[in-house]
Nanobody, 122 residues
């Protein structure tokens, strides 16, 4: 059974940093592309970043490019999202997800974790 468990969220001031982790199990993590998405209150799901199996290539949405970095540790079956220069508009629940067709640029996912809350105060 596929399991994705996010952690690392919290409350941070504008300009601060957080690193999110996503521990995975139930599938061969190293063979799969992975993505991060988020959902702010009252808004739809926003795709943020994707990473192919093997760690490259990566891609980012315009809203986080240059501030966020996606990475993976296949030995630990774990996905990461380093978030720097956080802004109040980054406040949302953040999810790691397996993308459709194992394509790191896919905006549709087939499974998702329970999420971790990130709140950025101004």
């Amino acid at each position: 059974q596929v399991q994705l468990v996010e952690s690392g969220g919290g409350l941070v001031q504008s300009g601060g940093s957080l690193r999110l982790s996503c521990a995975t199990s139930g599938f061969r993590f190293s063979n799969y592309a992975m993505t991060w998405v988020r959902q702010a209150p009252g808004k739809g799901v926003e795709w943020l970043a994707g990473i192919d199996s093997g760690g490259a290539p990566t891609e980012y949405s315009d809203s986080v490019k240059g501030r966020f970095a996606i990475s993976r540790d296949d030995a630990k079956n774990t996905l990461y999202l380093q978030m720097n220069n956080l802004k109040p508009e980054d406040t949302a629940v953040y999810y790691c997800a397996r993308p459709l067709d194992n394509w790191y640029r896919a905006r549709v996912y087939v499974s998702r974790g329970q999420g971790t809350q990130v709140t950025v105060s101004s």
